[in-house]
């Protein structure tokens, strides 16, 4: 009897400690801290992209720069993450080493979060995952390259970005260069259309397709300034439609060689067709023959694609406050 007494005390004090661990499994970094309280404009970034998206040792130099981009222009980076269990909104140098460099970080997507957190593990976090904690943190602002999608053959294979679900969700805009050709582009679209995703190009009228400036789709609509893009956040809010993503396209300033893309893609695409790639590996894989069969070309060029997001998310957060 005492003795099942103290072991339901015990059990309450574990659960306790645990729940205020939970509470506190936000960490923020000293500048992300500082910019709170000052009601300054943050940034968010996703940390796939630097793990899994680009290859070593490029990536952590591109993760520093997209930092140092937005610093330039008076907003604060905030880049995602979770090592060893605990969320981080805004990551230390050593932190962002970790990510880009450590061989244990895995790729979280918002159903892998909880799960990397109480068994304190160590994940970069996907669009998905980065916008659910921006959100959850009240950032408004989030740059990234590429968004992921539905892919060819889902009608099949059910392979559909989560990115999709959770921006159908969440009170954040979202900067990107439209989506890869390894997706169905068409089909994204449509999805981003069901989920009722707002969806503006800037400066343009053509759904960008990452590499190129043009995928082949119309959009609808266009912005051609930062306090244009600041206005429909605001409006968003006021007509009750802030709680679905807003994405902005952002088009690369100079394209790949048309042929060479398609090249790359249909080699890729049947290499992973051939080698049996699906889940969450399937983007990674494909972003990784990208790099090397276009013997950097494709780096360099999503390296000026995450800048040039950094870049405008950065003028979007400022001209929000
Ligand atoms: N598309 C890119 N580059 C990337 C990704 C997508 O052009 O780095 C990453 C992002 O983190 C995105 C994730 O959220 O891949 C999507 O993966 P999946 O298709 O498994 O949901
Ligand atoms: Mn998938």
Do not use: W
């Amino acid at each position: 009897m005492a003795l099942s007494a103290i072991n339901a005390f015990a059990y309450l004090l574990i659960t306790s400690a645990k729940v205020v661990h939970m509470k506190s499994a936000i960490k923020y970094s000293a500048e992300v801290s500082a910019a709170m309280a000052a009601n300054a404009p943050i940034v968010a970034l996703e940390s796939t992209i630097i793990s899994h998206g680009l290859p070593r040792p490029s990536n952590l130099a591109v993760a520093i720069e997209c930092e140092r981009i937005i610093r330039d222009r008076g907003a604060v980076p905030a880049t995602i993450a979770l090592l060893d269990g605990i969320v981080h909104v805004g990551l230390e140098i050593n932190e962002l080493e970790a990510i880009a460099q450590r061989d244990d970080i895995s790729k979280a997507s918002i159903r892998d979060l909880a799960i990397v957190v109480a068994q304190a593990k160590s994940a970069a976090t996907t669009v998905a995952a980065t916008a659910h904690i921006a959100a959850l943190a009240g950032i408004k602002v989030f740059a990234t390259g590429g968004l992921g999608g539905v892919h060819r053959g889902a009608n099949e294979s059910f392979d559909e970005s989560a990115d999709l679900t959770a921006l159908s969700q969440l009170d954040i805009t979202v900067i990107c260069a439209g989506v890869k050709s390894i997706l169905d582009v068409h089909a994204t679209l449509e999805r981003l259309e069901t989920l009722a995703i707002g969806l503006v190009g800037y400066k343009t009228n053509r759904f960008p397709g990452f590499y190129l400036t043009d995928s082949g789709f119309e959009l609808e609509h266009r912005v051609d300034s930062p306090a244009e893009i600041a206005a429909i956040i605001k409006a968003r809010s006021a007509i009750g439609t802030q709680f679905k993503a807003l994405v902005v396209a952002n088009p690369v300033a100079k394209e790949m060689e048309k042929n060479r893309h398609d090249q790359f893609l249909a080699t890729g695409l049947a290499k992973a067709a051939h080698d049996g790639i699906d889940g969450k590996a399937v983007t990674p894989y494909l972003l990784e023959h990208f790099h090397t069969a276009s013997k950097g070309e494709s780096l360099a060029i999503n390296t000026e694609i995450i800048k040039s997001n950094c870049a405008l998310a950065a003028d979007i957060a400022v001209a929000l406050q």
